[in-house]
């Protein structure tokens, strides 16, 4: 099972359509909230070299990015690439 990793808020509905994507294709994710806890907001800056919106997508340790380069990775088969490969 791929590694995906989500960082995310209460309200935000592009969070809500990237996990309903990966739903959409049978797999998990670990959903880390940001909005209540400044630490894991620091360590998704640090990850995503300094990206302050949420979503923040990785997978398999791979920055992805937010919602829309999901879904562009997605339609151009860089997603399945990253899903494939072997978690960290």
């Known amino acids: 099972m791929p590694a995906i990793e989500i960082y995310t808020t209460a309200v935000c509905p592009y ?3 990237a996990k309903n994507l990966f739903k959409s294709k049978g797999l998990q994710w670990t959903e880390t909230r940001v909005d209540a806890d ?3 907001r620091e360590e ?3 990850r995503s070299a300094g ?3 949420v979503p923040q997508i990785f997978v398999n340790g791979h920055h992805v990015g937010g919602f829309d380069d999901l879904a562009a990775a997605d339609r151009d088969g860089r997603l399945a690439t990253l899903l494939a490969e072997t978690a960290p």
């Open 44 to 46: 998704m800056l640090t």
């Open 51 to 53: 990206r302050r919106t």
């Open 15 to 17: 969070c809500v359509a």
């Open 38 to 40: 400044p630490a894991k």
